[in-house]
Structure formats: structure tokens, C-alpha cells
């Protein structure tokens, strides 16, 4: 909640505590010392009244144990509790931030059950946000937080707007993430705007909204939020240009005054050590005193920079028009004069208004009257151009203020098609009493008695006669109605606003003393009105459901005429200010849709506007949470009892308790309800149970919700007997079903399991169908790849035997080729024998000739044309002498020739598995043939092979 300043100041109402107090049988003195005996019992260990909760589960009820459970959680720092279907917010006077941190909001949201969870505003709004889910009717929401001035109604409006935009911002799809973020952003930014021209510092609170609003959050269908929208009421336009001893005028003027630049204030004709009368206690620092926050907040709603430097040009030529001060005219028939220190300040305020300083001057100094088609001036008496100053003033800021909201509107709201349901936020101004209460006050305290009938009305008066009528045995609950309140002051044809009306359509000057008369005359009958004879101020008594307040009738009538010169429009209209031309054309084009003068009063503007909020309450879900103002002076953690027992009194807590404790808050028709709970009894396993007649009536709906009850009592032991029917924690009316929120937990939990069950039973059912179908696709993709891969291997194989065939083929032929060629080289070797051997050249002999030891010559050699040897080689006993033929033994192929003494070896570059021979004719020379063999395969090392078989015995037979 937020945090209150130090103001102080005199409650006109607090003699009305004391009479409360004495009317109840309650006074200070008596509150901890006049107890009965139950209650004594109740107060013994009052170490454990902090763990109260809810304050149905107190017992006795009264105004003294209630006042003793809330003041032990104020004291243990527990400032949320549960008061039947209401929520009671006792303010701290401080910031808490960890209680509305995002992870508490994460934790409620989450929570099976809230209601289970310790008492915060979180609860009632996402006890709202899951009636949107669940469809429940009325399906649209709202919650209203109402209390006095100062209670914290606009720090849980906020709370609860934050609440809204974060759970419902949780999307997966981008784009629908991007437009909830946009939108989410958005609504919170309007909130700083709202409170900047909207707010302002009373006596008693120092960000006190002087204004109703009636936030609408839009969701769609999968529950996001999609848009809003903002309805104003009443906005305390006369502020502007007076302000009450100790109270300031809007947040927006402090803020520029402090938070501006030194270039701004420049072109804002603003000079740093000006002050300026419509600006009291400047020097008086707040938080909400937070211009960055502000145009920050602009921006992000879309208002550019030029429009900003409009606005805030508007701003301060209203700041400027304040300083204007006029002087008695030196005649009767002559106009007031300005003062000569207000000419600047005239000058000014015409140029930031985009107008002739002339034409404003004479527009505040001479009014314009029609005569027929004519149009006579007459010059303005001093008070006269001082009220249409401060009209100017006035309007301007009205007309201003409603733009934004426009803005805001436009920048929020969506197409109609594209939300299903809404959930409302009510934040109203709070009950007022001051020392001088007049017109706005009334409509105030007027508001907040429609919102306790429409309280008393919804929850106690029609729940009790809802119970008679369904024919439950009730015993009633006194309460206080304030029906005779509202007749006052909006009934017909006599009341309040009826009497003001009529006097503001009179053409003629009102006279105080007069209506007061009139007053007394007309409504004397009504108890709830009373006049003090013996006080020189004429007004008027009202006793209001929180208290008397007395309401001076002195300028009453003048400010329910609202009056605004044509002139004035006529000027604006022309301005030079793009915004403000624009504003007030606008406005001039909606007058024209009225022929005539406008007869509309305040009263009947706001009870209209009024009407239409309370037609919305009606058709939606309501929530309430009151707060309560612990103390007047905003103190931190301070209790004071009579202020917070004549509240809990005021607002009908403590009988709020009664019937929520001693009665049923949920009521849901017949059909509705089988309808939701009907599938209990579809459940297989619940067959058996039987049933128990609750009526005497024949009928089937009444006999179905008699099963589904009498199965959810049998299977937890909470079936009653006849005798024990008042305990019971269900009751079936002739068309509703009354049910208490235990007895509802217990049915949401039954259904949620048979539901679970359902689903788990569809879950196995499709998984065991995909996984057929996913084995059966496997099974045919094996048989399939089985089959491929068969054709492809039979394919292959094929391939191989007819290439094995072809290598077979061409080997046998390349075999039988060596073989025809070796067989043709033997043949060539037989007919060399009997060859003559040519006379060689000497160097020729000397160099291809072998030495041998046992032929004295030497031995010529020669290379065969073939290259095979012969096998009967002479033998060699002695080494070798190879000389003069090294390109002979060249082409000898890799022949080993060993010897006696060792192992001769020849390396050639030959290819190794080639061969090349040597064969020794008989006589004569020894002839060396050298070729490249065909036998790829043959021994070359035919001394060593011992087993000679096919070729290689014919061709290298041992002879060594």
C-alpha cells in the first residue's frame, strides 16, 4: 500500500465517531474493559488472534473481536484479511515492496487453490481472473475497492492493474506476447498520467484522487489482455483554481514547477524564483512529485513531443492566468481594471493560450449579452471577472483532462470483435468530511453511497431475501441500509438534487438562505437531513451510512450551474494552439447537436454517469476490498482503535461477517449446476453410492443434484442426517443449490479429479493408438527396407558372378597365352643349338665374355631373343669375373646364382616379378638370353624351391 505523508488536519466528522460509539454501546474507555463472558473467553490468548485469517472463523462476531484480530495482524504486520466474500487492506503507511513482488504474484497465480493461501488483494484478483477462465456468470468482473480518503484505495487499483498486466501477459506466440506487452506497458503507463492531472495532496492523503475512474481490462478468448479503457467521473475541476488551507493544487503544476529545465521554463514564460498563487505549499516535497515518470509515461502512450510542449504550454498559462488580478472600477458603468503588476502576467497567459492578449483581457473585463438578435456588453463587476477567470481556468483544464483520457483510450482500447470479457477496476474517491464541505463533497459521499447500497443491496439484503424466498430457514441479520440516504439526496420528486436543479434553471441569482429555507420545507420528513438553526452559515445536515457531514449551501447552486461564457469558447476556439483549438472545436461541435442553451446541471451530469457505472456493477461478478485507514495523521504502523472501529461499523464489516459466516456465498442454479457437476456421476466407479431425497418435490433436477451431492458427502463423511440439516455445509433451494466455499472446494476438487481421470484414460487411449500406428509404420518401412535390400544384394551379387566371370575368362586366356609363348620360346632354343656363333670383335669379347675356372678361354655371352634359360647350366666352382658386360647383366631380372663360396647377386632395374634366365650351350660359347618374362608368377629363386611342378620344373630345373 502506499505511503501517506505527515499532513494533518481537522476532521469535521470525528465528533461523529464518538456517537457511533455511543449508539453501538462502544466507547473508547470500553472497548478492552465492557466485554461479556464469550468474548472475554475469546480475548484469553490473545498471543493467537494474528492467526485469524479470515474473521468468519471468529467467535463471537462483534465489532470488539474483529477490532482486537485485525489490531494483533496490524501489529504482527499482516495487513490483508479475509472478511467473508470481503477483503479487508488496513494501510502501513509505508512501502512494502516484497509483498507485491513478481514472485508472490507467480505464487498466487499458481496456487491450486488461493483461497487456501494467506489473505492478499492477489486473491481476489485472480479469484476474478479464474471466473473469466471458467465462464462462470456473470463472466465480466469487477472488482471495487472503496474506503476513506487516505485508506489506499489508489496504491490496491494500481496493485491490482499491475497484477492483471503480468498474468496475463504469459503468451507463447510472438506476436500475441508483442501486442500483450504493448498493451500491458501501456496500461500501467496511463496510471502516472491519471494520478499527474488527476491527483492532488488533501489533509488527509497526500496522493488523493479527485476523480471516480473505471478501468476496463479487455480479454480475449484465450484470456490475454487485449486492450482497456478508462471512465472518468467528476473530476474536481474547481481545485485548480482553489485549493483548501493546507491542501495543493494537482500533482502535474508541482511537478513542472521542480521537475522542469531551465530552457523549459523559459519558453514556459516561467522565471525560477516566480511563484504563483494557484500553487500553494510548493516548497512541500512528495514522492508522487515525479516529472521524469511523467513524460516518460507520454512517450510511451504515443504523446509526441510537440503535443507535449502544447500541453504543457496550456499548463502554464493556467499558472499564469492565476496571477491576474483585477481592481474595483472607477465606475459603475466602466470595467473592472488589471492591475498594472497582472498586465505581464495577462500578456503571458494570452501568448501560451495562442490568443490576443486584447481579446482575453476583454473577454474576462466585459460580458456579452443577447437581446433578441442583438448583443449588448456590460462591463463585469470585480467578483464577476474573477469567477470568469477562474471559469477559464476551469474549463480549460476540464476539457484538457478529458482529452487525455481520450488518448489514453484510443492508445488502449481495442475493436470490440477482438475482446470477449472484461475485468473492471473501480477506484473511487474516498468518503470526505471537512470543516467546509459544499458541492463536491456531496457528490463524492453520494458516490460512495451508491457504491455501500450497491454493496448492502448485491451481498446482505438480497442474499437474506434470496434465502427466504428458496425456502432455507433463516434467521435474519440486522444491518444498516441507507436506502433513506440515497432518497435524500437523488429521490423523487423531492430531494437534494432535485432542489438544486430547480434553483440552478431559475434565471435569476441564487440566494443561499432561500434554498436553505426551501430545503427544510421540502424534506423535513426525511430523517437522515437536519439543520443547526442557531449557526449564521447557511447549510444543511446528512446523515451519511459513515457519518454526519454539514454542507454549506452558500455557492452551492453556483457551481451545479457550471456555467462558461460563450465568449470564452468563442476565443479558445480561435487560439493559435493547435491542441487547444482542437479541444475546444470539439466541444463546440458537440454542443450543436443540442438546440438551445445547455440545461445540464453537475449533479445530474455526474448522477447520470453514475447510474451507468452502477448498470455495470450490476450485470458483472463484484469483488470488494475496503480499506481501512488505521490513523488520520498517516502514521506508520499506527492503530487507532475508535478511528478503525467506526470504519469496520461505516462499511458493515462486522455484518458481513455474519451472513458470510452463517450462510451460503455461492448459489448456483439447478442447470448450471448438474451441468458442471453432472459428470460425478458418470464416474464408473461411484455407481453403488445411493442417493437421499432432499425435498419432497418430484423433480428431476432437484433429484440429479441430490445424487451428485449425496455421492460427494458418502465418499468424504460429511453426509448430514435430518436432525443435523443446519450444519449442513449444502443446501438445495427450490432453484438454486446453496453452497458454502468448503462445500464448493470439495466439488471443484472431485470434478478436477474425475476430469483428471478422463483426460489421463483419452491420454492412454490416443498414446496407445500412436504407438500402434507408429509400430505398425515401422513394421511395413522394415518390411519395405528388407525388400530393397534383398533386389539390391541379389542385384549385386549378379554383378559380381558376371564380373568373376569375365576375370576368369580373361585369366584363362592371358594363361593360355604364357603358355604359347613359353612353349614357343623352348622351341626357339633347340634350333639356336645347332646356330653358328659369328666371330666377335675383340673388345666386344673381351668385354661380353665370362671367365670361368675350368675353361681357360673366355666364354662369350649373348642375349636371347626370348630371354629363357636353359636348365643344364654348367657348373661353377669358382667365383664369377664379370667384365665388359654390365649392360648385359642389366637386363638380367632379379636370378639369384649362388655358389660355393657364397651368393652372387644381381640388381638390375628390372621389375621384381619379372624373371630373366641364363642357359649354357653344351659346347662352344655360354649364351645369356634376357627379356622380360611372361611368367608373372614364377619361382625366381630356383635354387631354394624344392618341389617344382608345371612350367617352373620345365623351365628352371636344378642343376646345381
Known sequence: MNSCADARGHRNGMGTVREASKKTGFSPQSLNDSLDEDVRSFLTDEDQLH?????????????????????????????????????VALNPFQPIPSLYSLDVMKEYHCSPQPQESKPHIFIVAEEAYRNVKGQLEPVNQSLVVSGESGAGKTWTSRCLMKYYSTVAASSSVLKSQNTVQRIERRVLDSNPIMEAFGNACTLRNNNSSRFGKYIQLQLDRSHLLVGASVHTYLLEKTRVAFQP????????????????????????????????????????????????????????????????????????????????????????????????ASEGYLQNAAELFGVAAEELEACLRVRTLKAGKQSVLKPCSQTECNVRRDCLAKVIYAELFEWLVTFINNSMCTDTSTWS???????????????????????????????????????????????????????????????????????????????????????????????????????????NISWDKFSQEPHFTVAHYAGKVNYQIQGMVEKNKDPVPPELINMLQKSNNVLLHQIFAAAEEGNQTTKGPSKVTVVSKFKNSLESLMRILHSTTPHYTRCIKPNQDCKPLTFKKEEVIMQLEACGIVETIHI????????????????????????????????????????NAREDVGKVLSVVLEQDDLLQTTGERQNSPVHCGKTKVFLTQSMLDLLEDRRKKILSHCAFTVQCCWLRYLRRKRIARRQSATLIQAVVRSWLVRKQVDHWNRAAAVIQRTWKNWRKLLQSRADSELDD??????????????????????????????????????????????????????????????????????SRRGEYKVKTNQCTEELASIRAQPKGSVK????????????????????????????LEKTL
Open 51 to 87: 492467526t485469524f485469517d479470515d474473521l468468519t472463523k471468529v467467535n463471537p462476531v462483534t465489532p470488539t473481536t474483529v477490532l482486537k484480530c485485525l489490531q494483533a495482524r496490524y501489529s504482527a504486520k499482516v495487513f490483508y484479511t479475509h472478511a467473508g466474500c470481503t477483503l
Open 245 to 340: 488551507a493546507g491542501e495543493r493544487n494537482f500533482h502535474i503544476f508541482y511537478q513542472m514547477m521542480k521537475g522542469s529545465t531551465t530552457d523549459q521554463r523559459r519558453k514556459w514564460k516561467m522565471a525560477n524564483n516566480q511563484s504563483f498563487v494557484w500553487l500553494p505549499n510548493a516548497e512541500k516535497t512528495l514522492e508522487e512529485d515525479c516529472f521524469e515518470e511523467t513524460l516518460e509515461a507520454m512517450e510511451h502512450l504515443g504523446i509526441n513531443t510537440e503535443r507535449q510542449r502544447e500541453i504543457f504550454r496550456i499548463l502554464a498559462g493556467i499558472l499564469q492566468l492565476g496571477n491576474v488580478v483585477f481592481s474595483s472600477p472607477s465606475g459603475d458603468s466602466q470595467p473592472c481594471d488589471l492591475e498594472k
Open 421 to 527: 470479457n472484461f475485468i473492471g477496476v473501480l477506484d473511487v474517491y474516498g468518503f470526505e468530511c471537512f470543516q467546509i464541505n459544499n458541492l463536491e463533497q456531496l457528490c463524492i459521499n453520494y458516490a460512495n453511497e451508491k457504491l455501500q447500497q450497491h454493496f448492502v443491496g448485491h451481498y446482505l439484503k438480497a442474499q437474506q431475501e434470496e434465502y427466504v424466498s428458496e425456502g432455507l430457514e433463516w434467521s435474519f441479520v440486522k444491518y444498516q441500509d441507507n436506502q433513506g440516504c440515497l432518497d435524500l439526496i437523488e429521490g423523487a420528486p423531492m430531494s437534494v438534487f432535485s432542489l438544486l436543479n430547480e434553483e440552478s434553471r431559475l434565471n435569476r441569482a441564487s440566494d443561499a438562505q432561500m434554498l436553505r429555507v426551501r430545503l427544510e420545507k421540502e424534506l423535513s420528513g426525511n430523517g
Open 660 to 699: 458470510s459466516a452463517a450462510g451460503f456465498p455461492v448459489r448456483i442454479p439447478f442447470e448450471s449446476f448438474i451441468e458442471r457437476y453432472g459428470v460425478i456421476l458418470k464416474y464408473p466407479k461411484l455407481k453403488s453410492a445411493h442417493f437421499i431425497d432432499w425435498t419432497n418435490e418430484n423433480c
Open 829 to 898: 632354343a633347340m634350333d639356336m643349338a645347332t646356330e653358328e656363333m659369328p666371330e666377335l670383335p675383340p673388345v666386344i669379347r673381351e668385354r661380353g665374355s665370362v671367365h670361368l675356372s675350368s675353361v681357360p678361354e673366355p666364354v662369350s655371352v649373348r642375349s636371347w631373343p626370348m630371354g629363357l634359360a636353359l636348365a643344364s647350366t654348367p657348373s661353377i666352382t669358382v667365383s664369377m669375373t664379370v667384365t665388359g658386360f654390365q649392360k648385359v647383366v642389366s637386363l638380367i631380372t632379379s636370378l639369384n646364382l649362388p
Open 928 to 955: 645369356l638370353h634376357c627379356q622380360r618374362s611372361p611368367l608373372l608368377y614364377a619361382n625366381r629363386h630356383p635354387d631354394l624351391q624344392k618341389d617344382m611342378t608345371g612350367l617352373n620344373e620345365i623351365l
